[in-house]
């Protein structure tokens, strides 16, 4: 059978050409699996945020609690006359002083008697706050609702605090002070001014599970970084909550 040329030209083209084959692939490297640090890196999950410490509710009606307290009726923040070597909280009653001193953590107490280098103006200031715990602090009601803070006392005074440590102006007695307030952790604290070098600091502690409060003051002298005189320390129970 003879075919015609152009059949035989294709033909022969088919048989002198190469064969084309698809071009090789090379697959992609496998990704080695991590080791060492670089391993435990990826397998350690991040450690969770910090807790911040709660700040509790001091909200409702506090009664002193006679038997566990120093008697306010007796507070002074003068050191004890010829009693250098008394031992820390007296006041006539309960029990020994405790808990950090809040002039750079444990602060010295200073027995000498100071009151004479005292201004004028720290003088009536120191005596209407001083009045004011003797007077009026059998029992007290605050209303928390953070940051505002506010105590009314046995005589019927209502005091306002910020607790962002915010200033706050107070009349006490004939006497005009001013007043910070701030956490220390769950604690909270309200420092008088009675200058720039003296304080009186009201250090408030809850006991949640005992339904206690625990009201600490102390005069500091932030110049010498001491304590002055003896610590007062009034132990409170609760009792009706406070009216919102």
Not at 24 to 46: E, Y
Not at 75 to 85: H, L, V, Y
């Amino acid at each position: 059978m003879r075919l015609p040329a152009n059949a035989c030209i294709a033909l022969a083209c088919v048989l002198i050409s190469p064969r084309l084959s698809p071009a090789p692939t090379t697959p992609a490297p496998a990704t080695p699996a991590p080791t060492g640090p670089a391993q435990a890196t990826l397998q350690t999950a991040p450690p969770a945020p910090a807790v911040a410490e709660a700040r509790p509710d001091f909200s409702g009606t506090w009664t002193l609690d006679r038997s566990i307290s120093h008697d306010p009726s007796k507070a002074s923040f003068d050191p004890p006359q010829g009693r250098g070597n008394q031992r820390p909280g007296g006041f006539g009653g309960g029990s020994r002083r405790g808990g950090r001193g809040s002039i750079g953590g444990s602060s010295r107490r200073d027995d000498r008697d100071t009151s004479n280098d005292r201004t004028a103006e720290e003088k009536v200031r120191l005596q209407a706050l001083t009045d004011q715990l003797r007077k009026a602090s059998a029992t007290i009601v605050i209303s928390h609702h953070d940051p505002s803070f506010v105590i009314n006392d046995a005589q019927d005074r209502t005091q306002f605090f910020q607790t962002d440590d915010s200033g706050n102006d107070h009349q006490v007695g004939l006497a005009t002070v001013t007043s910070t307030t701030h956490w220390e952790g769950p604690r909270l604290v309200t420092e008088y001014a009675l200058s720039s070098r003296l304080k009186l600091a009201l250090t408030y502690t809850l006991l949640a599970a005992t339904k206690q409060m625990v009201l600490r003051v102390r005069l500091e002298d932030t110049e010498r970084r001491r304590v002055i005189g003896s610590e007062l320390k009034l132990v409170y129970s609760l009792g009706s909550p406070a009216s919102p």
